[in-house]
Nanobody
Framework: QVQLVESGGGLVQAGGSLRLSCAAS????????MGWHRQAPGKQRELVAT???????NYADSVKGRFTISRDNSKNTVYLQMNSLKPEDTAVYYC????????????WGQGTQVTVSS
């Protein structure tokens, strides 16, 4: 089994910064993509950013230029640096990874709350 543990969420004022971390552990063979989604109250979960095992990144238009995703393959960890935060960034942020064995499976973290006050 693969487990994901997130950290770094919290309360911040608009314009501030937070850095989320997500560490994977367990029986890990090969990790493909890693990334972050978020879900605000009353809204559907949406993609925030992804990063491939080669380091290629993809961002939602709403966070481009403000958020940066990175990963440390030696630690099986993905990060999300969030700058210039806005109240509309308030959501529960979930990390995920795509695990490759003989099959392909997606694993999710438990979520971490990010609240941006105006």
């Amino acid at each position: 089994q693969v487990q994901l543990v997130e950290s770094g969420g919290g309360l911040v004022q608009a314009g501030g910064s937070l850095r989320l971390s997500c560490a994977a552990s367990g029986r890990i063979f090969s990790i493909n993509n890693m990334g972050w989604h978020r879900q605000a109250p009353g809204k559907q979960r949406e993609l925030v950013a992804t990063i491939s095992n080669a380091g290629s990144t993809n961002y939602a238009d709403s966070v481009k230029g403000r958020f940066t995703i990175s990963r440390d393959n030696s630690k099986n960890t993905v990060y999300l640096q969030m700058n210039s935060l806005k109240p509309e960034d308030t959501a529960v942020y979930y990390c995920y990874l795509v695990h490759l064995t003989s099959t392909r499976s997606t694993h999710w973290g438990q979520g971490t709350q990010v609240t941006v006050s105006s």
